[in-house]
Structure formats: structure tokens, C-alpha cells
């Protein structure tokens, strides 16, 4: 019995023995590290990474998150707006080369200063037609308002 007592207090020396000599180890290794000041950098790669970690988690949680949405959009509808607005003037720039034409509605309305319109036709009638129609103008109006410009660029 007195052999299994020594064995076990024998162990325990050896035990002892280590962990003194791991806490001298890690001592003299605190001195080093606290020399440099890494003893405070050391610990910052592992905490970004601990942040990272959670903030890529947590990300992934709201985007997969699904949401109900209330009414579809559709976006190759036209929007038709009836507005009343005095028109001042209309210029019409007809480009040949491209068979288009631009339109400029000015207007006196304060908070509709200027209408824009493309056309693709250069015939000054279906041009009368179209911007009455646009409009919502009498052709002898537009014909009466609107000036011309041809350019060949």
C-alpha cells in the first residue's frame, strides 16, 4: 500500500513539475509578447474573425428571409395621365437620316414647364396627328403653334 501511495505522490510531483514549468514557459512568453505590445495585437485577428463569422450569419439570415409583397409590379405597362396645361409652343425637330422626330411641348403651367415626344415618322401630317392625338389638341391648334426644324445630322 505504501508502494501505491508513493507512485501516486510521485505522479503528483511530476504533475507539479510540469505545470510549473508550462506556467514559467507561458510567463516568460507574456514578458516577450508584452515587450512588443503584441500581447494586445495578438487577439485582434481572432475577434474579426469572430465578427466576420457572426455578421456573415446574420446577414444570411435576413437575406434569406422571405417577404410577402403586397401588390406585383409591372413595369411594361404605359401610364396614361390626363393633365390641363396651357401649350405655348411646339417645336419639332424632324432628323431624316433616322426617320425620327422629337417634340417639345412648352408649356405655362408652373409645374409642367416642358413636354418631350419621339415619333417615328418625318411626315409633317402624321406628325399633326400624332401630337394632337398626344395632346389631346385640334390640328388646326398644333398647326398654329408648332415650328419646324429639318436636320440632316
Do not use: C
Amino acid at each position: 500500500m505504501t508502494s501505491k501511495i508513493n507512485i501516486y505522490h510521485s505522479a503528483t510531483i511530476i504533475q507539479s513539475h510540469r505545470v510549473t514549468a508550462f506556467l514559467m514557459f507561458s510567463s516568460r512568453w507574456r514578458r516577450v509578447l508584452g515587450s512588443f505590445g503584441l500581447e494586445f495585437w495578438l487577439p485582434l485577428p481572432l475577434l474579426g474573425l469572430v465578427f466576420w463569422l457572426s455578421g456573415n450569419l446574420l446577414a444570411e439570415r435576413v437575406l434569406s428571409r422571405s417577404y410577402g409583397t403586397v401588390s406585383k409590379l409591372q413595369a411594361d405597362t404605359q401610364l396614361e395621365i390626363q393633365l390641363s396645361a396651357t401649350v405655348t409652343s411646339i417645336q419639332v425637330d424632324i432628323f431624316k437620316p433616322q426617320a425620327v422626330t422629337r417634340v417639345a411641348v412648352k408649356t405655362s403651367d408652373s409645374a409642367l414647364t416642358k413636354l418631350e415626344f419621339e415619333f417615328p415618322t418625318t411626315e409633317s401630317s402624321q406628325l399633326e396627328s400624332l401630337i394632337a392625338q398626344e395632346l389631346g389638341l385640334p390640328q388646326e391648334n398644333i398647326r398654329r403653334l408648332a415650328y419646324y426644324r429639318i436636320r440632316d445630322e
